[in-house]
């Protein structure tokens, strides 16, 4: 019995010095495998956004520029991925442990969504004249039965007080479903209403991204005493195109605004345009494919998920 069991610590300490080499033996420039299933994440979306987003990434140079963005966001380059990913493909147990990992919460990103669509779907519609100006939907269907082409909101003093707590707030949403080939304008505007001063941020929704207006309740001898703000889609055909806004949000602006777990997937286009007339140019649908990569580091489709 105390044979057995002197056995049994021996092996349990020969794994446990052997994970510790193991770690040790990892070079600097390998990421570790937080950093590294975290970034693998990212690149895995960026991937598929690139692929399926045919309008934005339609050269090898603004392919380059994207992903370099993500990178940056994780304080990682192009070369210390490839180094890495080749480390860890040799130790086949653990990257396949992290590939499951992310794959895992890539399933849990998609399944969320698919929930939030289904509840959206399920609830009963409201009637806009019973809600107060300064209400913004969580959610918003284009689709979805009684529902008109957009929604607006009023904030007065009183209201921009209770939302915002400090000197800057951010409105903001996300738009999915946005067709190839819209002929309606889709646009969204903020008001600014100072006690001197009017400014007015505008913008196109050309593509399934995350737009965002920031702004300050304060400027050089001014305060803000109102904020009206829409998203407006002109529908002269009748026809509703299944596009969604989802993470719409006003309030203070989050101490990080850009996270490296939560990547952004937009290219570079300017916060604010021009309040004037504008070619529309939206992308397809979003349709994110979790993607893995193969032992020689390159990307595969996995499944194909609409997000």
Known sequence: MKYRKSITCLFLFVLLVGGVYSCQNRPKEVLNRKQMERLMYDVYIAEATMEN???????????EAYINKVFQAHKTTQ???????????????????????????????????????????????TDPALLPPSY?????????????????????????????????????????????????AFTSLLTLVYSDTTIYRFQNIRENRTYEFFASKYIPGDTITEIRGFVHLQNPTGVIPPIQLHNIYFGDTPETLSKADTLSLKPDIPDGE??????????????????????????????????
């Open 136 to 184: 913004l939907p969580p959610v918003y269907i284009f689709s979805m039965p009684d529902m008109k082409k957009g929604f607006r909101f009023r904030l007065d003093f009183a209201d921009i007080s209770s939302k915002v707590t400090g000197d800057d707030f951010l409105f903001t949403f996300s738009a999915i479903g946005v067709p190839s080939r819209l002929s309606s």
């Open 79 to 125: 070369a210390q991925w490839d180094t890495s990913l080749s480390w860890y493909s040799d130790r086949i147990d653990l990257y396949l442990k992290m590939n499951d990992s992310v794959k895992a919460r890539l399933q849990r990103a998609r399944q969320g969504v698919d929930d939030m669509i289904v509840q959206q779907n399920q609830a009963k519609p």
């Open 274 to 307: 021009p309040l004037m007339p504008d070619s529309l140019k939206p992308l397809e649908p979003d349709s994110i494919r979790p993607l893995k990569p193969d032992l020689t580091g390159r990307l595969k489709p996995d499944s194909i998920t609409k997000m």
């Open 53 to 63: 987003d045919y309008y934005n990434f339609d050269t090898p140079a603004k392919k």
